[in-house]
């Protein structure tokens, strides 16, 4: 399955913060949009990080509650790893295991059209595992 056809059935909406939002405000909207990671757009609109609740969490073991008040650049990740609609599950599986993070944001020429989170891909690799045991058991049955 390709990364295109999960965007298809899931939508293309991108939640996205700013650098100079406070980490207050990113715990805010990652809690009202009941998701894991949100990207940050610099003032032109260019993708400039990735912030994740993975990082709010280390945050708060380096500098406690004071984190609340600092801004989103001060945390995020810079070097993105992003995808294509022309990828497969099996390439941001790798990509997902290999980088340890959950998160790839989709792009096409050059534009973001999407985020894959490790929940769509388990979602979407359990639905081809079916799939594939349906057939094998319709074969089997047949053939008998
Ligand atoms: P996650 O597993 O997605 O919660 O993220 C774990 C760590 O990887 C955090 O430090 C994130 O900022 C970072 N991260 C998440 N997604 C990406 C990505 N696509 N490229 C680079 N770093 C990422």
Known sequence: MLIGQILAGKGRDVVSTRPDATIAEVAKLLKARH???VVVLD???ALCGIISERDLARG???HGAKLLDMRVSQLMTAEVV???PDDGLDKL???MTEGR???LPVFEDGKMVGIISIGDV???RLQELET???MLHDYIAGGA
């Open 35 to 37: 998701i894991g990671a």
């Open 43 to 45: 003032a032109g609109g």
């Open 60 to 62: 708060l073991g380096v």
């Open 82 to 84: 992003t995808c294509s």
């Open 93 to 95: 599986m790798k990509q």
């Open 101 to 103: 993070f959950r998160h």
């Open 122 to 124: 388990v979602k979407h």
């Open 132 to 134: 594939e045991a349906h």
